[in-house]
């Protein structure tokens, strides 16, 4: 049987960003923790970094319009944007019944919900968002409120927050590296500094091939106890998301 079809779409024209993709890609294959034929796509024109949901909208419409004669070609399809991306509800809308859609953001948020416990009055029974600018602050704490569907976040006792590191998507590899470093584990320490964090999901597709540097916050803030926290790539999530949907919901044979 043939292998079964992936695309991974990046929806701005940063090049630099698909190639960590690929690179994440190429890594997944090596440790045979994939079973599907993955693709990457890069916008051809339109913004270098979503910055905003203004950016994320120009770029939905753009890519949507590029890949939309397309559609057919492959069995799952992966927005690698962590923002509510607008092209994952027009995907969705046009591929057929049985071809999986899913955002980074969506699918972070999905296994993140899978691996915390039933008793929200456990230690460590919220996941958290490290984002990039502080745009997203507010974005993504509404998109996290909007899909869990709840009233009030400070009620919920699922979800910590986002902190953010102050550099937008395309500065994650174009700063120094050093710079880069300090701000992600800054935001990090931020986050899990009260201890009640299970879950770090790195809030931008940018991100892809740094969980190195959260880990090594972990270390630096909870000491022994950061073997208990987990560092969630979004883009391998969806991933993992959309393989386990392909299995699962193949649709008819």
Known sequence: MA???ILIINPNTSKSMT????QLIKDMSNYETTSTKITTYTAQSGPPSINNE????????????DLESKLNEFDAYLVACYSVHPLVGMLREKVSPHTHVTGIFEASISTSLSILPMDSRKTRSKFGIVSTGTYWEKALSDGVKHFLQVEDLAKCRRFKG?????LN???LHTAPPELVRKKMMEA??????DKDVKVVCLG???MAGLDSIVDEALREELGEDAKYVHVLDGVKAGIGLLESLIRALPGPQ
């Open 204 to 206: 931008c597709a940018g």
């Open 169 to 171: 998507a395309d500065e």
């Open 54 to 65: 203004d950016d994320a909208l120009e770029s939905a419409k753009i890519v949507f319009s």
């Open 19 to 22: 190639d960590g993709l690929d």
């Open 188 to 193: 990090t320490k931020r986050l899990v500094k």
């Open 162 to 166: 986002v902190e953010t590191t102050g």
């Open 3 to 5: 292998s079964k079809k």
